[in-house]
């Protein structure tokens, strides 16, 4: 616009004196130049917002697109994160499972598998510690399926000599062991202590002696389960016997007691008391015995 404005004003002062229009017009073409030079670097900075702008739009789509990643990434992560936190859990039972049963066997005088025992690495450990608590519960819940898992058995039947002149409840005892495997039948009360809970076996054989009758019972603690009788009175001998099967707690007292006044049980090993766990019980869960 400053260029057409300007011209005009060349054409108009073109007569007036060659010394004064020439520096005029010099004057002139210096504003002009500069007016070129000022346009041109206007167009150059529109050049440049240009340019700014266009790589601002990249830059903003490159953001925009790096933030799309950050996203699937981090989506990825956290369900990575839930696979190893499934496998984790699951790894930590099956390990715990094994640790039970790796005690039950050691307690049972088996070692463990070399891989059992082997020391795992520290990272490992690190994983192992964490869940202490609950293997301390597992080793407890071991040592008592242990308990349930070790023998017990016994068979004592009366020496040579017969048990005589016995009172009315007088316990017989059972005085000549022959097997005794957990040591729950004690030789001189003639008493069976339970040492777990669980269910029991128990048996009893008595031989009256000729001529005489005679009652015997077996009694839990101190009430009386059944009874047995043999007439000698009407044949020279007679016998009978019991089997019975009770569910004991620990500390429960089996014994075979008399039933009547001044009676003989015939001893030379006639007469006998015996018994078994058929299985131990942990929280009305049966265990198997014997393994
Ligand atoms: C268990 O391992 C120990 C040490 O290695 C060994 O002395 C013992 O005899 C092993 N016991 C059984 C029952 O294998
Ligand atoms: C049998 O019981 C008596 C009385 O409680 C006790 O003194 C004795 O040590 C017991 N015997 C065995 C072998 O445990």
């Known amino acids: 616009m400053r260029h057409l404005f300007i011209f005009p004003l060349i054409l108009c002062c073109s007569g007036v004196k060659a010394t004064g229009s020439d520096a005029v017009l010099q004057r002139l073409e210096e504003l002009s130049q500069r007016v070129d030079h000022l346009e041109s670097r206007e167009k150059l900075h529109l050049q440049k917002i240009n340019d700014l702008e266009s790589r601002d739009q990249l830059q903003q789509?490159?953001?925009?697109?790096?933030?799309?990643?950050?996203?699937?990434?981090?989506?990825?992560?956290?369900?990575?994160?839930?696979?190893?936190?499934?496998?984790?859990?699951?790894?930590?039972?099956?390990?715990?499972?094994?640790?039970?049963?790796?005690?039950?066997?050691?307690?049972?005088?088996?070692?463990?598998?070399?891989?059992?025992?082997?020391?795992?690495?520290?990272?490992?450990?690190?994983?192992?510690?964490?869940?202490?608590?609950?293997?301390?519960?597992?080793?407890?819940?071991?040592?008592?399926?242990?308990?349930?898992?070790?023998?017990?058995?016994?068979?004592?039947?009366?020496?040579?000599?017969?048990?005589?002149?016995?009172?009315?409840?007088?316990?017989?005892?059972?005085?000549?062991?022959?097997?005794?495997?957990?040591n729950g039948y004690n030789d001189s009360l003639g008493a069976f202590t339970a040492p777990v809970d669980g269910i029991y076996v128990f048996s009893s054989t008595m031989v009256a002696l000729q001529h005489r009758n005679a009652h015997s019972s077996f009694f839990k603690n101190s009430d009386r389960i059944n009874t047995m009788f043999a007439s000698g009175v009407e044949s020279q001998y007679d016998t009978s016997s019991s089997t019975i099967v009770l569910q004991l707690s620990k500390g429960d007292v089996i014994t075979v007691r008399n039933g009547d006044a001044d009676t003989s049980i015939h001893g030379y090993d006639h007469s006998s008391f015996s018994g078994f766990l058929l299985t131990g019980l942990n929280n009305n869960q049966n265990v198997i015995i014997g393994k």
Do not use: C, W
């Open 61 to 182: 789509a490159t953001i925009d697109k790096l933030e799309r990643e950050v996203q699937e990434q981090r989506q990825l992560i956290e369900s990575m994160d839930e696979i190893q936190q499934a496998t984790i859990i699951e790894l930590e039972a099956q390990r715990q499972l094994m640790e039970s049963m790796g005690e039950t066997l050691e307690s049972n005088g088996i070692n463990k598998t070399s891989s059992a025992s082997k020391t795992p690495n520290p990272d490992h450990n690190a994983k192992m510690s964490r869940s202490m608590s609950s293997i301390k519960e597992r080793s407890a819940m071991g040592i008592r399926q242990a308990e349930f898992e070790s023998p017990v058995a016994f068979y004592a039947h009366l020496g040579n000599h017969h048990f005589e002149h016995a009172g009315v409840n007088q316990i017989i005892i059972y005085d000549s062991i022959v097997t005794n495997v957990g």
